[in-house]
């Protein structure tokens, strides 16, 4: 079965740090292109962090640029985010997906997992 589970997420201060998780079950997971993506209440689904599955070239958008790195551990099946330097604005359930191509457009992504809660409050 197909399955990409997300850990990681929690509360945490502003000025804080968070490591979240993206395994994949049921498929290579370096054969695809990952994104990590948010969804915050009343905001738009947004595009944070990206890894190309070709050549691990990796995107972020432009206000995480500077503290979220991804990364990927083939070896483990993993995919992680980094998050440094955590603002309140950060705060959102993240989604990593898998697809083919490298991109922001969610619907271009196959698999998702079912999204970790990161919260940014003091």
């Known amino acids: 079965q197909v399955q990409l589970v997300e850990s990681g997420g929690g509360l945490v201060q502003p000025g804080g740090s968070l490591r979240l998780s993206c395994a994949a079950f049921?498929?290579?997971?370096?054969?695809?292109?990952i994104g990590w993506f948010r969804h915050a209440p009343g905001k738009e689904r947004e595009g944070v962090s990206c890894?190309?599955?070709?050549?691990?070239?990796?995107y972020y958008r432009d206000s995480v640029k500077g503290r979220f790195t991804i990364s990927r551990d083939n070896a483990k099946n993993t995919v992680y985010l980094q998050m440094n330097s955590l603002k309140p604005e950060d705060t959102a359930v993240y989604y990593c997906?898998?697809?083919?191509?490298?991109?922001?457009?969610?619907?271009?992504?196959?698999?998702w997992g079912q999204g970790a809660a990161v919260t940014v409050s003091s």
């Open positions: 997906a898998a697809g083919v191509v490298t991109t922001w457009d969610p619907y271009e992504y196959e698999f």
């Open positions: 049921g498929f290579t997971l370096k054969d695809y292109s």
């Open positions: 890894i190309r599955s070709s050549d691990g070239s990796t």
